[in-house]
């Protein structure tokens, strides 16, 4: 079965064909950060301006790299939430129409359960049950997936997603947008003890909290600022405050799978989102897993962050299992798994 995924969720317009949810042919992302970098953060209305740009030739390329036509494709798989309603509705309308005018069924994802089922192009004889952190943007949460369709959230962010609070942090540094790659690259040659960040374990709970730890990084830039000759902080105090920053974050992170692994005797654990493509995340997780012996899959760093590819993924089951949309799919800002 072969799937055209499209995700305009967020600020990336994206497209991909999959085989049977397992076999990416091609996986085409547009980025736009460069048109929200210069705001530190992504403009919606900008945004769903460039997706409407570039929707046609995105999809266009992802079926000339797999070297199939829409005549080929037997389901549009289309995230429909969550997500910036104005980006959501220009994928879900041209879903829609394409699959109308070509009788081609539409098949809703929600961008959540791409990210988790985006494991599944990369080890596709993963079997249930596991244990998946989505770690992006707009979203930090810990589910037990028991089976396609079967999902407990243990705990979700009760502020900030770890994603956004790199974003804010890059922003208060004048990192540009967006934040997480760049302050993953400075932390490495920073000082992560440079500054004591407050880390939010949230003991009893899996829930995450990551606003005190950006205001926190907030209020000590202005007291370095205050105290540095010239009103600005310099390069490797910056870098500092990266390693220090991430340090906080991913100790977070890795503790709350740590907890989650011996209290719910899940020995597999599925890491995903924008954020899982972390490199001190992706370390600390890997040397856990040998620490508590479980087994970690880790998506490859291009299936961490949004891509298409992962909504098809997604949408081979809910092509199985009938979930076909009918015209009067309308996309949902909010949508919870
Ligand atoms: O999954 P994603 O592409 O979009 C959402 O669904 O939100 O995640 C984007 C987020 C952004 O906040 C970005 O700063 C963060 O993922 N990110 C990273 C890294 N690469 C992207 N965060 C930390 N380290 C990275 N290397
Ligand atoms: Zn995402």
Redesign the pocket.
């Known amino acids: 079965m072969l799937s055209l995924g499209i995700d305009t969720?967020?600020d990336?317009t994206s497209a991909a064909v999959v085989i049977d949810g397992t076999k990416m042919l091609s996986s085409v992302v547009s980025s736009q950060s460069f048109i929200h970098k210069k705001y530190g953060g992504i403009v919606p209305e900008l945004a769903s301006r460039r997706h409407i740009e570039m929707i046609m030739p995105v999809v266009q390329e992802s079926l000339l790299l797999a070297n199939v036509t829409l005549k080929d494709i037997d389901f549009i798989s289309v995230c429909y939430g969550p997500g910036l309603i104005g980006s959501l509705l220009v994928g879900c309308g041209f879903a829609k129409a394409v699959g109308f005018a070509g009788r081609i069924p539409v098949v809703p994802v929600n961008?959540l359960e791409g990210?988790i089922f985006s494991i599944f192009l990369e080890y596709s004889d993963l079997d249930f049950p596991f244990l998946a952190m989505v770690v992006?943007?707009?979203?930090t949460c810990l589910y037990i997936i028991k089976d396609f369709g079967q999902y407990i959230e243990l705990g979700r962010t009760r502020d900030d997603?770890a994603?956004?609070a790199?974003?804010k942090v890059a922003k208060i540094l004048g990192l540009g947008y967006?934040?997480?790659?760049v302050?993953?690259k400075l932390a490495k040659v920073g000082n992560s003890k440079a500054f004591n960040l407050p880390r939010a374990y949230l003991p009893e709970s899996f829930d995450f909290s990551f606003s005190g730890i950006k205001t926190a990084v907030k209020l000590k830039t202005q007291q370095e600022s205050l105290s540095s000759t010239g009103g600005t902080i310099n390069a490797q105090i910056t870098k500092d405050f990266c390693a220090s920053f991430q340090a906080a974050v991913v100790d977070v992170l890795v503790r709350k799978i740590e907890w989650a692994v011996a209290k719910q005797s899940i020995r597999k654990v599925v890491l995903s989102?924008?954020?899982a493509?972390?490199?001190e995340?992706r370390e600390k997780m890997k040397e856990m897993a040998e620490e508590k012996e479980f087994k970690l899959y880790l998506p490859s760093i291009s299936l961490?962050?949004?891509n298409a590819a992962m909504i098809a993924a997604a949408g081979y089951h809910h092509f199985l299992s009938g979930n076909i949309a009918s015209l009067g799919l309308n996309p949902k800002a909010y949508l919870p798994l």
């Open positions: 969720s967020c990336d961008h990210h992006s943007g707009g979203h997603a994603g956004e790199y974003d967006p934040g997480g790659p302050i993953d989102g924008g954020v493509a972390n490199s995340l961490c962050t949004d």
